[in-house]
């Protein structure tokens, strides 16, 4: 329950981020040991930018989209020890959230850039990131910061598997159990196991007939929507599931 109080809670905090998926136990573990704004940090297949929340507002634009769009950061908030120790169930007073003292931003990253090129909008000025040392004079005179991005291995989707089959595939620490159910099994999580093909990365292969089906994957304890697959949808009961078409 623990766990469970704390994800939620910081779901709702930090809203949605493209393609990183910030409803998965991984990323909210992730962003609550962050010990301080530093430099930039790659996470999957993006990049956690992070600054001091005693800036008043912070964007970031990238030279691979003409410096055109800035990308404003949000603050991290925290949940109080105690109510990250009851149940949501039990809390009757307002919740008051801590402040980390941390402003992120997290991009995904292009296919096919392996390096961004960036700079930052610190209350209304443009600069280099003040925590980053690498950076890059151009040929007019301006300077970037810079981040190297190996070249990042698309992952196996749902939707790269023989006609008439769906591929699950999840990615975890090596030796972990990951199950899948969906409304292929009346949602049993305990009948379909991914085996560990390679270390840390779990896939199962099953035929089913043509149709619509809705699926999430179980890890240590935790209900988890595909992060490869885009297409979300609300079952029944009222939760999140990923959803896939086979014709």
Known sequence: MKKITVVLLLIFIIGTIEAVDTESYQFIDHLLHLEGP??????????????????????????????????????????????????????????????????????????????????????????????????????????????PVPVIKKPISTFDAPPGSLNFTYTAPPGETITVAGSFNGWDPFMYELQEKTPGTYSLTLPLPPGLYQYVFFHRGQRIVDPHNPKRVYTKDGKTASEALIR
């Open 38 to 147: 530093g430099k930039p940090e790659l996470y999957e297949d993006g990049v956690i930018f992070t600054a001091p929340a005693s800036y008043r507002r912070v964007g970031i634009a990238f030279a691979h989209e003409g410096f055109s769009k800035v990308y404003w950061f949000k603050k991290l908030l925290l949940p109080p020890d105690e109510v990250v120790q009851a149940p949501a169930a039990k809390q009757k007073a307002p919740v008051s959230y801590r402040d980390s003292g941390i402003l992120f931003y997290v991009y995904t990253v292009p296919e096919g850039i392996q390096e961004l090129e960036y700079r930052m909008i610190i209350d209304g000025l443009w600069t280099i990131d003040p925590a980053n040392p690498q950076y890059r004079v151009d040929t007019s005179g301006m300077t970037h910061s810079m981040v």
